[in-house]
């Protein structure tokens, strides 16, 4: 198994389908989800199994239909990767990120920065939040805490647009809605939608065997209307590292953060040591199950819960889930004993959580928490 760090190029307009607003507008994401990565890789590998007759691949009457693996012999990517559950991967966001510092999209809880009143933007505060919260509990002084509120900063939150969190550039599209009974177009009946420019690049990273590696290389197509000439991506691994590698410069990583918060709450007046955990795609709850198993205790969530539908195949039968999933970006505090002997642990939890849905990929201390906290001025 190793972790591959993969650049996509965007070749065609890329529609990943957000929310509809009003007068018929579809707001396309900025980032591209975990769960359409995995699908168009998905989708490549059948297209192989289909040109070279493979297991039950040779049996589908259309292109976009998917394989019945129920009863299929063949133990191909395909079955490996979408019913096995055999990779796990993160969004693909912009910026010139690696794996020790990998990018968050749309940061959508309090990892976001507050502007202060010169128009500047204030770092993460997820630290500070916590900090707020000890100082109420009598665990920690007020000193810090005022000095930051009195430097004229608002408490609304504002959308992250630092140096290492590169934009994505949008373009916007108006089509002609298509009558279903007359298959021509509806008179009076346009709708609008965003989609990510061509030359956008972007990352992601993919926990994996390496006989996925020939799919990571290539072109493939991803997101919405890609028979309407969207969806075109081009891809390139840019970094490959084995797993025991990954671990060891991980736990080293895991374990220099928490010293670097210990220092900054360690001004403030909180003793011990606090690490954090940041979700790099939408997540589920069960993180908590395995930290408390580590006896690591939790002291701050940060975490924005919504509704969201996500797709599961299980067997020949292909359901749609309503469930409440954590967002990306959203983060947790937790307290460690001995942070040197849990490090590795951690590093380790991050590869091998394979959770629902099986692409949930959490990183323990990322630097956005302590390298640009406002606590450290």
């Not at 505060?125 to 009195?150: C, H, P, Q, S, Y």
């Not at 590292?241 to 010293?259: A, C, T, V």
Request: charged share 30%.
């Amino acid at each position: 198994m190793r972790v591959f760090l993969v650049e996509i190029e965007t070749v065609e307009p890329v529609v990943i389908a957000s929310k509809k607003g009003k007068s018929k507008f579809v707001e396309g994401l900025k980032y591209i989800p975990a769960s359409s990565i995995a699908g168009a890789i998905a989708r490549k590998i059948v297209l192989e199994n289909f040109r070279k007759s493979r297991g039950n691949c040779r049996d589908i009457a259309t292109l976009n239909k998917t394989p019945d693996c129920a009863n299929c012999t063949e133990n191909c990517l395909y079955k490996r990767l979408w019913i096995d559950r055999k990779a796990k991967i993160t969004n693909a966001v912009p910026g010139e990120w690696d794996p020790s510092n990998p990018g968050i999209a749309s940061l959508q809880s309090v990892c976001k920065p507050r502007s202060k009143q010169s128009g500047d933007s204030k770092k993460d505060f997820l630290l500070e939040l916590l900090l707020e919260k000890m100082v109420w509990l009598g665990k920690a002084n007020v000193g810090k805490i005022r000095d930051i509120t009195e430097n004229g900063y608002k408490k609304s939150p504002s959308t992250y647009n630092g140096k290492d969190f590169a934009e994505t550039k949008t373009i916007q599209f108006t089509r002609v809605t298509i009558d279903e009974n007359f298959r021509s177009s509806k008179e009076g009946q346009l709708y609008s939608f965003t989609a990510m420019e061509p030359k956008n690049k972007l990352r992601f990273m993919i926990y994996c065997n390496e006989e996925f590696k020939e799919y990571l290389n290539g072109e493939m197509k991803i997101g919405a209307w890609r028979s309407r000439g969207m969806g075109l991506v081009r891809t390139r691994i840019l970094k490959e590292i084995p797993q025991e590698d990954y671990l060891r410069k991980r736990s080293e990583e895991i374990s220099r953060g928490f010293q670097r918060i210990a220092e900054i709450l360690g001004e403030a007046g909180l003793d011990g040591y606090y690490g954090t955990y940041t979700y790099l795609t939408d997540g589920t709850k069960k993180i908590e199950v395995y930290l408390k198993k580590l006896g690591l205790e939790m002291v701050f969530q940060a975490e924005r819960v919504r509704k969201l539908v996500k797709y599961e195949r299980n067997g020949t039968e292909s359901l749609f889930i309503a469930m409440n999933t954590i967002s990306t970006g959203s983060a947790t505090v937790f307290k460690a004993k001995d942070p040197e002997s849990v490090s590795q642990n951690l590093a380790e939890l991050e590869l091998n959580i394979f959770g629902y849905p099986w692409f949930d990929w959490v990183f323990f201390n990322h630097p956005v928490h302590f390298e640009k906290s406002v606590l450290r001025g």
